[in-house]
């Protein structure tokens, strides 16, 4: 339960959104936020990619078939979908839209254009941070250091971070920036910005009810 629930105050969750380039800590950022907070969900995507080693199907990805992944799309059950890399990922509306409505916070680990789509249909529940990385040489050795795991060729790193050019280019169309030279220090401040959108004003309901008791009282 959210805190403000001791007070009689609910609230509707957010939508936390998270992006960067590949390999600056989006993702490193979520897994802790997840840790760090009971209330916090992720927002499990649809991709149209091949499972990699370690990855469990319906917790890290919902893996799909480009068909069952277009049907999906066609019928309006994706929130946002967008092909990235040759590979579609998309969010499926209604464990989002379940989780906001019990007042459960879900965070996004989504690039720019599934941003942009959440931001037409949901803005006054968004919130959204975008990570870069201190330097590009930084980025290009944690990609390369990350191969090592995923097994990507020099070629597929190169377009990774051909790629990350375009990506940083929509970093004004955020509410937050983290230059993620810290990993700890970036978590703080993820969690900070989290904690602050919990806690502004539109967001409480009940509150106006709450004010006036505590008026009556004094």
């Not at 720019?112 to 968004?126: K, P, V």
């Not at 050795?141 to 051909?162: C, F, H, V």
């Not at 910005?193 to 967001?203: G, N, T, V």
């Amino acid at each position: 339960m959210n805190k403000e629930n001791d007070y009689n105050l609910n609230r509707r969750g957010l939508m936390f959104v998270l992006s960067s380039p590949s390999g600056a800590g989006k993702t490193t950022i979520s897994r802790a936020l997840l840790k760090q907070n009971k209330d916090l969900v992720v927002s499990i995507s649809a991709t149209t990619r091949d499972r990699r080693a370690g990855e469990v199907q319906g917790q890290d990805y919902n893996f799909v078939d480009v068909p069952t992944f277009t049907k999906m799309v066609d019928e309006g059950n994706m929130m946002e979908h967008a092909k990235v890399f040759n590979h579609y990922y998309g969010t499926p509306k209604e464990p989002v839209e379940e989780a906001l409505s019990q007042g459960k916070d879900v965070i996004f680990d989504i690039d720019w254009q599934g941003t942009q789509q959440l931001s037409e249909i949901a803005r006054d529940d968004l919130v959204t941070v975008f990570i870069l990385p201190p330097s590009s040489k930084d980025l290009e050795n944690r990609l390369k250091s990350r191969a090592k795991d995923t097994r990507e060729t020099d070629d597929e790193i190169a377009g990774r971070m051909n790629k990350a050019s375009s990506e940083m280019s929509h970093y004004h169309e955020y509410d937050y920036i983290i230059i993620n030279s810290d990993i700890e220090e970036s978590i703080a401040r993820a969690q900070a910005i989290l904690d602050a959108e919990r806690l502004r004003r539109d967001r409480l309901k009940g509150l106006s009810s709450f004010v006036r008791k505590l008026m009556g009282g004094v």
